[in-house]
Nanobody, 115 residues
Framework: VQLVESGGGLVQPGGSLRLSCIAS????????MTWYRQAPGKERELVAS????????GYADFVKGRFTISRDNAKNTVYLQMNSLKPEDTAVYYC?????????WGQGTQVTVSS
């Protein structure tokens, strides 16, 4: 199982970014995918999740109405569209799945929201 995130960067407050996570090594369409984030000095926290086959989603309260999780099973990719970004959204963002009762994480992508 391999997860590779991309799409992070530096953005001004109020701006947008779209993160991508390309998955391989398992039947992507059958699995629940999640995005987490970890800010400096803080614990990793759940941001959003999407069920297989993509009919259900869930969000942390602090991103509801601003972030949207989606998936493209043909491309083995899960996305996180982030709008109205705030400085407190600054963190390393990770995608995660569970296969065979084992957690798999990507390497993370840095998102920095600053003017």
């Amino acid at each position: 199982v391999q997860l590779v995130e991309s799409g992070g960067g530096l953005v001004q407050p109020g701006g947008s970014l779209r993160l991508s996570c390309i998955a391989s090594g398992f039947t992507f369409s059958s699995y629940f995918m999640t995005w987490y984030r970890q800010a400096p000095g803080k614990e990793r926290e759940l941001v959003a999740s999407i069920l297989a086959p993509g009919r259900g989603t869930g969000y942390a309260d602090f991103v509801k109405g601003r972030f949207t999780i989606s998936r493209d099973n043909a491309k083995n990719t899960v996305y996180l569209q982030m709008n109205s970004l705030k400085p407190e959204d600054t963190a390393v963002y990770y995608c995660k799945t569970v296969v065979g009762r084992r957690d798999y994480w990507g390497q993370g992508t840095q998102v920095t929201v600053s003017s």
